[in-house]
Structure formats: C-alpha cells, structure tokens
T-cell receptor
Framework: DTEVTQTPKHLVMGMTNKKSLKCEQHMGHRAMYWYKQKAKKPPELMFV???????INESVPSRFSPECPNSSLLNLHLHALQPEDSALYLC????????????FGPGTRLTVL | AQTVTQSQPEMSVQEAETVTLSCTYDTSESDYYLFWYKQPPSRQMILVIR??????QNATENRFSVNFQKAAKSFSLKISDSQLGDAAMYFC???????????FGKGTKLTVNP
C-alpha cells in the first residue's frame, strides 16, 4: 500500500482565517514532506520531517507552521495567508533511508481570498 | 547546485504509438537517484520509474522504460503503446545520495490523441 491521504481536498480561506491541512500515511515511513505547487510549475519543497523532527525548512514564511504529532501524521497550520499563497499543497512520505522514493498524496487545493 | 532540465514543454503522441520525453541533469556527484513522476489532471504525483545512478541497466516498468546515459547526464523516458490514460504532466526529478531534497525539472505536458 503506497497511499498518502490529505484532507481537505479543497480549502478557501480569508486572509485573517486560521486553518490546517492534514496528511496521513500508514506505510511506516519516518520522513514526511510538504511541497507547494503553483499552476504549471514543479513542486517546491517547504518542509521535511525526519523521525518527527523538523530537518529542513526552506525559508518558508512563519505564516506556515508545520507540525508532526506522530510518525503517521503531518499537519500544516495556516494563519494570515496572502492571496499569492494560493496553490496546491502536496504532502509526501518516504523511508528515512535517503535513497528511497517519495510517495505523494493527492494534494489540497488552497485558495486565499 | 544540481539542476534538471526538461527541454520539451509539451509533447503529443497518437494512441498506441511510442513517445520519448527528454531530461538532462547537471551534477558533479556520483551517488544519486533519478525519477520520473506523472501528474494527471487529478493532481496526484505518481511515481512512474526510478533509476539508481550506480546501476548500468536501464530501469523498466511495463510500458515505461528509461534510457540512462550517465556520461551524458541524460535520463529520457520512453512510453510504448501510449494510452489515453498516459496524458499528464511528466516531471523528471533528481535526488542526491545523502540529501532529502528532490530537484524537479519544469515538466513536460503529454497529450495522447485518439
């Protein structure tokens, strides 16, 4: 089973709202990732968690706050976003062995009004 | 820094025909991994095929195969017997051994004509 699930599928929020994106995997992977993808562009890495600890933050603005409560779950908390933050947010997971493949979820389409 | 170049923004193929998507990369490392991902309009990134740089044999997965030319730093994807469901954006990606980062090319949009 190579399934990564993400909720919600779509999210519309105002610039003053607080919302969260959720990602879950049950493949026993200990590395999890958040990517941002704008239309017709490749994904851009935002954060990497390894063994539930943040290992990479690609200079992402503080209005994005990741959280990894356990080895199966990854959240992305959103607050005071800007319209330019509208994008597809993809979650991925992999084994921590660095040669291993990343498996992606279906994404959350975020619109910031 | 490593870069991945996909020189074909768009490609089209007739159903049942064969198409090859190009990818070149730039690295001075010897330990790395290459991937092709497919992203259909449904949005999910799906792994198509992967290649370890230390393996000389080209990877194959059913109708999908790669032509890995290490000296030329080329990693093309061949899709045989194209099907309508193959229509998608295809991304070539590079991962250096010891790094958690995937470096993506800009993608090639593949259209399959019936």
């Amino acid at each position: 089973d190579t399934e990564v699930t993400q909720t919600p599928k779509h999210l519309v929020m105002g610039m003053t709202n607080k919302k969260s994106l959720k990602c879950e995997q049950h493949m026993g992977h200990r590395a999890m990732y958040w990517y941002k993808q704008k239309a017709k562009k490749p994904p851009e890495l935002m954060f990497v968690y390894s063994y539930e600890k943040l290992s990479i933050n690609e200079s992402v603005p503080s209005r994005f706050s990741p959280e990894c409560p356990n080895s199966s779950l990854l959240n992305l908390h959103l607050h005071a976003l800007q319209p330019e933050d509208s994008a597809l947010y993809l979650c991925a997971s992999s084994q921590v062995r660095l040669q291993d493949t990343q498996y992606f979820g279906p994404g959350t389409r975020l619109t910031v009004l | 820094a490593q870069t991945v170049t996909q020189s074909q923004p768009e490609m089209s193929v007739q159903e049942a025909e064969t198409v090859t998507l190009s990818c070149t990369y730039d690295t001075s490392e010897s330990d790395y991994y290459l991937f092709w991902y497919k992203q259909p309009p449904s949005r999910q990134m799906i792994l198509v095929i992967r290649q370890e740089a230390y393996k000389q044999q080209n990877a194959t997965e059913n109708r999908f195969s790669v032509n890995f030319q290490k000296a030329a730093k080329s990693f093309s994807l061949k899709i045989s017997d194209s099907q309508l469901g193959d229509a998608a954006m295809y991304f070539c990606a590079y991962r250096q051994g010891g790094s958690e980062k995937l470096v993506f090319g800009k993608g090639t949009k593949l259209t399959v004509n019936p």
